[in-house]
Nanobody
Framework: QVQLVESGGGLVQAGGSLRLSCAAS????????TGWFRQAPGKERDLVAA????????YYANAVKGRFTISRDNAKNTVSLQMNGLKPDDTAVYYC?????????????WGQGTQVTVSS
């Protein structure tokens, strides 16, 4: 079955940077829009950033615009999230997810999540 495996989470001080990566397998990766979601304790899971299967049409939530950058390497079946200027409010479990780029409306495949903790 399809697998998405995140890595790169950790503990960082406010103002610092982290780079999250997600490795996908058992799907034609370029056919899938890929998103990064996050969920903080007691809050809903929110979309942070997304990118089309071809690497275009990036989307960023207002809270992360100008600080986070999403990118993908279809040759390696990976998608990354570069997070700069981290704030304590960015603390959450971050999930990678994939959605078929041709007509699907929901993200069908999810990774297990990686914890990001930003200390003040």
């Amino acid at each position: 079955q399809v697998q998405l495996v995140e890595s790169g989470g950790g503990l960082v001080q406010a103002g610092g940077s982290l780079r999250l990566s997600c490795a996908a397998s058992r799907l034609i990766f370029s056919n899938y829009r890929t998103g990064w979601f996050r969920q903080a304790p007691g809050k809903e899971r929110d979309l942070v950033a997304a990118i089309s299967g071809s690497g275009g049409s990036p989307y960023y939530a207002n809270a992360v615009k100008g600080r986070f950058t999403i990118s993908r390497d279809n040759a390696k079946n990976t998608v990354s999230l570069q997070m700069n200027g981290l704030k304590p409010d960015d603390t959450a479990v971050y999930y990678c997810a994939a959605r078929y780029d041709y007509g699907a409306s929901t993200y069908d495949y999810w990774g297990q999540g990686t914890q990001v903790t930003v200390s003040s």
